[in-house]
C-alpha cells in the first residue's frame, strides 16, 4: 500500500514536467499581483525575465511574513547566489534533468526530484543544466528558522550536515506547498511549509555549532572573499585583493574563480544586488538602493541587477510590495 502511495507520488511530480503557463499564470502576466476570489493568503507576481520562455513567480503567504516561495520554470539560466536565508530548491522537472552545481568548495550533480540545500552567509553556483529546469524555492528567513528550532528542541543555531537530498518525506513535503501555491490554498501551503521546515531542522542539520560537509577555501580565497564582504558598496581593486590574499593576482583570480564559482567582480557585483535587493524589499527607493551599493547612476544599477536577477529592480519592487519586511536572494552572476 506504502509503495503504491509513493509511485502514485512520484507520478504525479513527473506530471509536472511540462508546467506550461495555467490559468493562475495567464492571470498574472506583466508583474500584476494575482488574488484568487476564493483565497485572498496568497500573493503572487510573475516577474517578465530576459530569457524567452523562462518564468519566475514570487509568492508570498500572509500567515508566514518570513518566508518566500518561488516557482521556476523553463529556466536555462546558471543561477548563481549568495544566500542570506535558508533555502530548499526542490527539483521539480524534467525527469531526466542533470545539472552539475558548485557549494562549499565542491561540484556536485543533481537530479530532477532532489532539494538543493544552502544556509545563511554561503555562496552557491550552478555550473550546467543539460537543458532547461522547473523547480520550487521555499526562502526561510533566519530568525524564523532558528525559532522553530527552538521550541523543537534544540536550542544552538542550526547549521546544514547536508546541502542536498532525495529524503521521500521532505521531497513530498515540499511538493505539496507547491502544489497548495498552484491550488491556491494558503492553509494548506501553509501548513506545508511548516512541516517542510520542522523536516529541514530535524533530518537535515546539525546543532553542535559546527557545520558539516564543508570544505575550507584557501587562506588566501578566504581573505579575499572576506575583504569583498565587508567592502563591496565601495571600489577593490584587483591590487589590494591580491596584498590582502597574500598571492600573485593572477593565483588569486584562478583559485578565486575555481572555489567560488565567481570571478571576484563578479562576486562583488552579486553581493551589492543581495544588498540592494534587500533595500529594496525593505522600503527604499531603486535610487537609495544603487547608491548605497556603489553603483554610479540608476541606470547601471539597472543593467546590473537585471542580468543577475532577470527582471529589472522596478519590477522587483512591485513584486514584493506585499511583505516589505522580507530579505530575498538575487540569482545568476554572470
Known sequence: MKSCAREQSRKRLVS???LSGSRQARACRKGKVVEHAIDRGINTTEMLTDRPGEQLFVHH????PAVQLW??????????????????????????????????GRERVVFARNIQLMEPGELHVTTSASEPASFFVVWWQPNYVEELAREMGYPQTPHLGTCQTADPAFVASLFSAYCAVEARNSLAAQCAVVASTSLLI????????RKGS???????????????????AERVTLDELA?????????????????CGLAPHAYQNLRRVVDA????????????????????????FSRVFKRLVGVPPGVWSKAVRPTRAFSGLPPSAE
Open 243 to 259: 596584498s590582502a590574499a597574500g598571492l600573485s593576482k593572477f593565483h588569486l583570480v584562478r583559485s578565486f574563480t575555481q572555489e
Open 61 to 64: 503567504l500572509d500567515t508566514l
Open 202 to 209: 530535524e533530518r537535515c542539520t546539525v546543532t553542535n555549532g
Open 16 to 18: 509536472h514536467e511540462n
Open 71 to 104: 516557482t521556476v520554470r523553463n529556466s536555462d539560466r546558471l543561477w548563481a547566489m549568495h544566500h542570506e536565508t535558508y533555502t530548499a530548491c526542490l527539483v521539480l522537472a524534467p525527469g531526466h534533468l542533470r545539472a552539475t552545481w558548485r557549494y562549499r
Open 214 to 232: 564543508i570544505v575550507k577555501f584557501h587562506p588566501g580565497v578566504a581573505k579575499a572573499r572576506g575583504l569583498l564582504n565587508a567592502r563591496y
Open 277 to 300: 535587493k534587500l533595500r529594496i524589499e525593505q522600503g527604499q527607493s531603486i535610487k537609495e538602493a544603487a547608491s548605497s551599493n556603489g553603483f554610479a547612476d540608476q541606470a547601471h
